[in-house]
């Protein structure tokens, strides 16, 4: 069961901008965890993308960028390219002593 | 490159248990920065979380699973275990595993698919 909600899925010509939302609650995102991003490529494990809120691992283009504020984050990804085309999840953490994961966003390139 | 490995059967009938190992990088398991979760994902749906271990043993694991997980650990043999038991068709998903850093997965095993049929 996921517990953060997140839009099943956006799009974008290639070069645009999107961004991906991922809305929690006060036991989880608004109550001052982290969220992470992955993303899953077809046929894949899931990457991690975005730790810390706005973080990118060693080798992550820039083009990805992350934010919080109060129970939400997002994602935005600019400058979309047709490798970017993937499965997106949001994570973080629950007072219940949980991860918690969002409902998931396919990003589709026109 | 893969450095976290899944092990198991493949299929596993109703109401039996599921067991599950995971191979992690030599030394790594004994760091105590991390933590090592079990992560699953039924097929065109999202990620679950399972359940966490630490070196020392401890455990925490998904408040709907818990009834039926149970992790170890195994630090001279470099890793870390799950088993379900009571499966249903419901189980049936691929299986992750991945190191747990500062409550990010930062590094995934490929995944395993579990079947659960008779």
């Known amino acids: 069961q996921s517990v953060l909600t997140q839009p099943p899925s956006v799009s974008g010509a290639p070069g645009q901008r999107v961004t991906i939302s991922c809305t929690g609650n006060r036991s989880n995102i608004g109550a001052g965890y982290d969220v992470h991003w992955y993303q899953q490529l077809p046929g894949t494990a899931p990457k991690l993308l975005i730790y810390f809120n706005a973080n990118r691992p060693s080798g992550v283009p820039d083009r990805f960028s992350g934010s919080k504020s109060g129970a939400s984050a997002s994602l935005a990804i600019s400058g979309l390219q047709p490798e970017d085309e993937a499965d997106y999840y949001c994570?973080?953490?629950?007072?219940?002593?949980?991860?918690?994961f969002g409902t998931g966003t396919k990003v589709t390139v026109l | 490159q893969v450095q976290l490995q899944e092990s198991g059967p493949g299929l596993v009938k109703p109401s039996e248990t599921l067991s599950l190992t995971c191979t992690v990088p030599?030394?790594?398991?004994?760091?105590?920065?991390?933590?090592w979760s079990w992560i699953r994902q039924p097929a065109g749906r999202g990620l679950e979380w399972i359940g966490r271990?630490?070196?020392?043993?401890?455990?925490n694991y998904n408040p709907s699973l818990k009834s039926r997980v149970t992790m170890s650990i195994d630090t001279f043999e470099n890793r870390f275990s799950l088993k379900l038991n009571s499966v249903t068709a419901a189980d049936t998903a691929i299986y992750y595993c991945?190191?747990?850093?500062?409550?990010?997965?930062?590094?995934w095993g490929q995944g395993t698919f579990i079947t659960v049929s008779s």
């Open positions: 271990i630490y070196i020392n043993g401890n455990t």
């Open positions: 994570q973080s953490y629950d007072s219940s002593l949980s991860y918690v």
């Open positions: 991945a190191r747990v850093m500062y409550r990010a997965f930062d590094m």
């Open positions: 030599a030394g790594s398991i004994s760091n105590t920065t991390y933590y």
